[in-house]
């Protein structure tokens, strides 16, 4: 059995051993796969909706690792209790959803090792939240599946070291790390500034104003990171 590039961006950063928590994990195929390939003694797959947790159920029963991972119905970490498990992942929300699953459950969070996470938007904010509350950017990678880029972000308990809200916003770790698919991730978050620039443009307002040059100035930021980056 083989994953996508997406969950298998996912899969590469629970380390071998752990007990995984799969938040959201509609068909379960994260689990499955840890599990089949002997990385992961166990594991809890929740989800919150009917038909997710259906399917879920239906695949982990075909896989024949019902006994191995137990499925669970409910809201974000809701249905962990403290020390249940050791990696968690929440993939394919947005980042604020992200945020605010992980702001619910303190006690839970306190006895995890690891998160996995990958947010469809708002990358920065979920950043921003996890070096407000204890946790540091491990890794990051970036990961393309059918012509559509992924941010994976690895936290773990400390300190991060960036406290800068553009390179938070942008991804220390990719910057650090020069990920191979940088330059596209810049050239987007370049792209979607323009698109917000032009929208601002059509309103007379000060905020409006305000906003626009804030998005300027991180442009101009973004373009001189850009010149340090190339070769
Ligand atoms: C786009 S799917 C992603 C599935 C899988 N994690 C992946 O990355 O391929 C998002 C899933 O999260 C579930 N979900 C959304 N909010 C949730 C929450 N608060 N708690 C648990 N599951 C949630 C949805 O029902 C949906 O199945």
Request: glycine share 10%; hydrophobic share 45%; charged share 25%.
């Amino acid at each position: 059995m083989e994953l996508p590039g997406r969950l298998a961006a996912l899969a590469i950063h629970v380390p071998a051993g752990s007990v995984l928590a799969d938040i959201g994990t509609d068909h379960a195929l994260l689990p499955v796969f840890l599990l089949k390939n002997g990385i992961c003694p166990r594991a809890i797959a929740t989800e919150l909706n009917n038909g997710p947790f259906l399917a879920a159920e239906e695949a982990i029963g075909q896989s024949g690792l019902k006994e191995l991972i137990e499925t669970r119905q409910g809201d974000g970490l809701q249905v962990l209790r403290p020390g249940e498990a050791q990696v968690i992942v929440i993939a394919g929300m947005g980042g604020n959803t992200i945020r605010g699953i992980l702001a619910g459950a303190p006690q839970v969070l306190e006895r995890v090792e690891r998160l996995v996470l990958q947010p469809m938007a708002d990358a920065g904010d979920l950043r921003l939240w996890l070096c407000q509350n204890g946790w540091k950017i491990a890794d990051e990678v970036l990961v393309e599946e059918n012509g559509r880029v992924y941010v994976v972000i690895v936290a773990e308990h400390g300190l991060e070291a960036t406290a800068d809200p553009l390179l938070l916003e942008l991804g220390p770790r990719l910057l650090e790390n020069r990920d191979p698919l940088l330059k596209f991730h810049l050239e987007k978050v370049v792209m979607d500034y323009r698109r917000a620039l032009s929208g601002l443009a059509k309103s007379g307002s000060s905020a409006a104003r305000e906003k626009a040059l804030l998005l300027r100035e991180k442009e101009a930021k973004i373009e001189r990171l850009f010149n340090c980056l190339q070769p």
